[in-house]
C-alpha cells in the first residue's frame, strides 16, 4: 500500500518561508491529483493546493499567491514552497489524493510565530 510521508515542517517567523516536501512508496502521482491539506488547532482539514497529471494547480483563496506546489514523478516527491507565510498558515501540513483517497501520514507541523 502506498504510504506518504511529510517533512519540512517547522518554526518559522511570519514573512518566512518553508518548503514541505511528500515523499511516496510507490508511483502515484503520475497516476493522481495531488493535494497538499493542512489542518489547524480547532478546525477541519482543508485543501490548500492542488495539482493534476499535467501540471494544472489550484490554490485555496488563503494562499493564493504564496505558495506554490510542485512535484517530481522520477522521485515520486511532492512539493509545497510557502512563502510570505502568516500565523493563519500554524497548521500541520498532509499530502494525499485529491480528493483524499490514501491513508494519511503523520504530517508535518508548520508553526508560524515570532
Known amino acids: 500500500q502506498v504510504q506518504l510521508v511529510e517533512s519540512g515542517g517547522g518554526l518559522v517567523q511570519p514573512g518566512g518561508s518553508l518548503r514541505l516536501s511528500c515523499a511516496a512508496s510507490g508511483s502515484i502521482f503520475s497516476r493522481n491529483v495531488m493535494g497538499w491539506y493542512r489542518q489547524a488547532p480547532g478546525k477541519q482539514r482543508e485543501l490548500v493546493a492542488a495539482?493534476?497529471?499535467?501540471?494544472?494547480?489550484k490554490y485555496a483563496d488563503s494562499v493564493k499567491g504564496r505558495f506554490t506546489i510542485s512535484g517530481d514523478n522520477a522521485k515520486n516527491t511532492l512539493y509545497l514552497q510557502m512563502n510570505s507565510l502568516k500565523p493563519g498558515d500554524t497548521a500541520v501540513y498532509y499530502c494525499n489524493t485529491d480528493p483524499a483517497l490514501r491513508p494519511w501520514g503523520q504530517g508535518t507541523l508548520v508553526t508560524v510565530s515570532s
Open positions: 495539482m493534476t497529471r499535467g501540471g494544472s494547480t
